[in-house]
Structure formats: C-alpha cells, structure tokens
C-alpha cells in the first residue's frame, strides 16, 4: 500500500507563482514516473507534467516554459514550480506516481494523490 499527499496550493494573483510537492510513502521499492495533472470545474482531468526516475521530463503544451517539474529520489517527492501563473491555470492538482512496492506480484502501479487547489484570481 502507497499514499501520495501533495501540499503547497493556494490562491494567488496572475503572474505569481507556486510551487507543489507530492512526496510517496508506504512500501515502496522504486518509483518510475511521477507527475501532476488537473482537473478544472466542467472539465476532464489532463496531464500537466511528467518525470521519469532519470529526470527526463514532459510537459503539457499549455504549461510549457512556465511550469517545471522535479524529483528527489531520496525522499519519493516530486515537485512542480508553477511561474507566471494564469487564470486559467486554477484546477485542483493530483499527483500521481507509478510504483513497485514490496511484496508485489505485479510490476509498476499507479497511485494518486487526494488533491491540492490551486486558485488564479485578481
């Protein structure tokens, strides 16, 4: 069994800026890919960013040059720096992280966080 639980929304004005953390814990033997993704109000959940154990990263187009996405291996914590904020970037932000615990029989499973909101509003 692995939890996820991300911390760091918020409310901000556009422009400013944020930053999420995500950290894994339970029995967990490595992590694969972590990442984020949101859901708006009305609208489907979508990928925002993602991260291999390597550091290779991938971004969403609406995102990209804006937002970064981070890892410390040490700690089974992914990060995502959120710059120059936009309005439209409000949803509430789900971590997700791909797993191989202890005991397993299987491979890599994906696990989700409970949620952060995060909220651009002048």
């Known amino acids: 069994q692995v939890q996820l639980l991300e911390s760091g929304g918020g409310l901000v004005r556009p422009g400013g800026s944020l930053r999420l953390s995500c950290a894994a814990s339970g029995s967990i033997l490595s992590i694969n890919v972590m990442g984020w993704y949101r859901q708006a109000p009305g609208k489907m959940r979508e990928l925002v960013a993602t991260?291999?154990?390597?550091?290779?990263?991938n971004y969403a187009d609406s995102v990209k040059g804006r937002f970064t996405i981070s890892r410390d291996n040490a700690k089974n914590t992914v990060y995502l720096q959120m710059n120059s904020l936009k309005p439209e970037d409000t949803a509430v932000y789900y971590c997700?992280?791909?797993?191989?615990?202890?005991?397993?029989?299987?491979?890599?499973?994906?696990?989700w966080g409970q949620g952060t909101q995060v909220t651009i509003s002048s």
């Open positions: 997700f992280a791909e797993v191989v615990s202890r005991g397993s029989i299987v491979g890599l499973q994906g696990y």
């Open positions: 991260i291999t154990s390597g550091g290779s990263t």
